[in-house]
Nanobody, 124 residues
């Protein structure tokens, strides 16, 4: 199973990026998918999650109203649209897939499948 994340890059404060994460090797049509991020010297933290059918989402407070998570089960892909980016959003962003069905967790330990990470750098 592979999760391939892409879309990171360097952007100025206030700019936008769209991250994508394509899964291969298994389908996640019954499983939550999420994005986490890890800033230099800090722990990996939850950013956003989307339920198996896309109807429920969860966000960390600091990105509410700026980030939108979505998924396309036909493409086995999850997205993170990031708008109004701030320097504090700078981190490596990881996509993740849950092996449990029909739950929506915000916990790092709930996710069994991880992408390789894509770096987002927001300049001030």
């Amino acid at each position: 199973v592979q999760l391939q994340a892409c879309g990171g890059g360097l952007v100025q404060t206030g700019g936008s990026l769209r991250l994508s994460c394509a899964a291969s090797g298994r389908t996640f049509g019954s499983n939550a998918m999420a994005w986490f991020r890890q800033a230099p010297g800090k722990e990996r933290v939850f950013v956003a999650a989307v339920s198996w059918n896309g109807r429920r989402t969860q966000y960390i407070d600091s990105v509410k109203g700026r980030f939108t998570i979505s998924r396309d089960n036909a493409k086995n892909t999850v997205y993170l649209q990031m708008n109004s980016l701030k320097p504090e959003d700078t981190a490596v962003y990881y996509c993740a897939g849950d092996s449990a069905v029909f739950r929506l967790s915000l916990e790092v330990n709930a996710y069994d499948y991880w992408g390789q990470g894509t770096l987002v750098t927001v300049s001030s």
